[in-house]
Structure formats: C-alpha cells, structure tokens
C-alpha cells in the first residue's frame, strides 16, 4: 500500500513538474535576422513546449525548418495580419523583435516612425488575444516602444506594469564581455547591471556593482562606459550596411525568456535588467535590476549605490530618456 502511494505521489510531481516546463512562447518579427536565430535558440530549450512564430512573409518555411529540430517545442509558422490571433492564443510569453534595423549614420531613434506602428499593432493584437501573456520588446527605439507597448494597454484596459518589459539584456550581455576581456575572466561569471534605458548616453553600465568587484583608472573606466554605450553603432559599422546587431540580440533575447519562464515556474532569486514601468527616478520608465516571479515583477532591486561618475551619467540620462518615452506616450494618444 505504501509503495503504491509513494507511486503515486512522485507521479503527481512528474506531472507538475512537467506541466511547470510548459511555456507557450509566440515570437513576432520570427523571420528577420533577430527573429530567426531567436526561434531557433527558444526552440532548443526545453522551457518551451509551443513555438509559434508570426511575420509577414516567409514564416512558413522557417517553422517547417525549425520544427525538424529534435526538441520537444512544438512549432507553427503563422503570415499575416488574419492569421495573428491564432498564433497569440495561449501565449504565457510574447516576444517582439519585429521592425526594421538601424543602418549606418541612423540612431535608434530614427527607426521611431516605421516601428512605433508596428508595434502599437503588434502590442494591440497581444492586448485582445493574450491579455495575461507576458510581453517582452525588443524592437528599437526601446525607451520608445515600451511608453507605445503600456499606452496600448491600457487603451484596451488590461494593463499590468509588472508583466510588459523593454528587453535591455543585450547591454548586460556587451558589459560582462568587455570588462572580462579587460580583466581575463571567465564573461560568464562577470555581472555588470546596466541601468537607465537602451540607447546610447541612456545605457549607464554601473560598474561600480560589477560581481566580482573591478577597478578601472578614471580615462579607461570612460573608454569602457562609452564602447557599452555605442556598442550596437560598433556592429553597425562592421556589417557596413547589412544590418545591426541580430545574433547576439537573439542570444540576449532568449537568455531573458529564458530567465523570465524559469521564474514564472517557480524558480527563486531570478534577477535580470529591464526597462519598465518605474518609480526609482523622476521617468516613468526606467531599467533597474528586477527581481523576477511567477507573476512577472516581483520586485525592483532599484539603482542602489553607484559612483559620482555612474550619479552624473544618470542625470545626464534622463531629460534624454524622459523625451523618449512622451514621444512614445504622445504616438499613441494621436493615433486614429
């Protein structure tokens, strides 16, 4: 008798546990140079059981591609505006790296008036047919497009802050691997939050907090901070007007899915950056390290110490930043 009901009871764990590992992940904008790769490492996870990808063109062949991957992800390509809510039913997560990238010679900032209607689209559609999903933006200008992503929202009335997030990892990602290089570490173990927003003087890398802790004298410490800050215009040099940066986006991407499906199944002290809804400045949204739950935000770890010079980049930071997100605000109020 009692075999029977140890039996039984490792069954109804294996069960929970197996349904705990179960996110339905759909990613819009799965066809461009951020969005293939992207699917191609979620679809290597064993987080994900359900992969839909939606574009406007092609996503047909790069589910049939993917869905010959020997994991246990589930794949279906979806085209078109029609087919939208079939591929966002279900969603527990919502990835955006649809829009158009930066070439040569354009800020982030240029990209505002073609992928602020995307994603005002996009994040509309999520707003009617995955209310509860979490949404994670990666299209540029982020400091833009999170204001768009919260205004559509709460349009629809099913806005919760603790679940909508500006997808920054990829300045954490650039940070860990330039300090590691500097200094001879292993960048896996290196951890430098990175707070503020996603463009330029609004990347403020706080390495003061760095783990483990790193000095720098004063003018390499200014190299470092400026090489974080310009790192995406570096990428868009060297691929001379083939494109941004695609392949490390979808790595920085996917490691924040990945972060954010392991907390949302329980998993314990998950921290990652993002740019959200915030009260840690006079912004309304800001990125600060985030401790992540089954419900989205459990917690803003907020800014916590920093250096006179990591102090001065924030000021300088946020009347830049605060521009950006009434430019995003201002789209959605004045759309038809």
């Excluded at 994900?48 to 049939?64: C, E, F, K, N, W």
């Excluded at 930066?102 to 602020?116: E, I, S, W, Y």
């Excluded at 419900?295 to 930043?321: C, D, H, R, T």
Aim: aromatic share 6%; glycine share 8%; proline share 6%.
């Amino acid at each position: 008798m009692l075999l029977v009901l140890i039996r039984l009871v490792v069954a109804v764990i294996l069960k929970l546990w197996l349904v705990s590992k179960n996110a339905k992940v759909a990613v819009l904008g799965a066809s461009g140079g951020i969005g293939q790769p992207l699917s191609l490492l979620l679809k290597n996870s064993p987080l994900v059981s359900r992969l839909t990808l939606y574009d406007i063109a092609h996503t047909p062949g790069v589910a049939a591609d993917l869905s010959h991957i020997e994991t246990r992800a589930t794949v279906k390509g979806y085209l078109g505006p029609e087919q939208l809510p079939d591929c966002l039913k279900g969603c527990d997560v919502v990835v955006i790296p649809a829009g158009v990238p930066r070439k040569p010679g354009m800020t982030r900032d240029d990209l505002f008036n073609t992928n602020a209607t995307i994603v005002a689209t996009l994040t509309a559609a999520c707003a009617q047919h995955c209310p509860e999903a979490m949404i994670c933006i990666i299209a540029n200008p982020v400091n833009s497009t999170i204001p768009i992503t919260a205004e559509v929202f709460k349009k629809h009335g099913v806005y919760n802050p603790s679940k909508i997030f500006g997808v920054t990892t990829l300045d954490i990602v650039r940070a860990n691997t330039f300090v590691a290089e500097l200094k001879g570490l292993d960048p896996a173990r290196v951890n430098v939050p990175v707070i503020g927003g996603h463009a330029g003087k609004t990347i403020i890398p706080l390495i003061s907090q760095c783990t483990p802790k790193v000095d720098f004298p004063q003018d390499q410490l200014t190299a470092l901070t400026g090489r974080i800050q310009e790192a995406g215009t570096e990428v868009v040099k060297a691929k001379a007007g083939a494109g941004s940066a695609t392949l490390s986006m979808a790595y920085a991407g996917a490691r924040f899915v990945f972060s954010l499906v392991d907390a949302m199944n329980g998993k314990e002290g998950v921290v990652e950056c993002s740019f959200v809804q915030s009260q840690e400045t006079d912004c309304a949204y800001f990125s600060t390290p985030l401790l992540l739950g089954k419900k989205g935000i459990e917690k803003n770890l907020g800014i916590g110490k920093v250096s006179s010079f990591e102090e001065k980049m924030i000021a300088e930071a946020i009347p830049e930043l605060k521009a950006s997100i009434k430019k995003g605000e201002d789209f959605v109020k004045n759309m038809k």
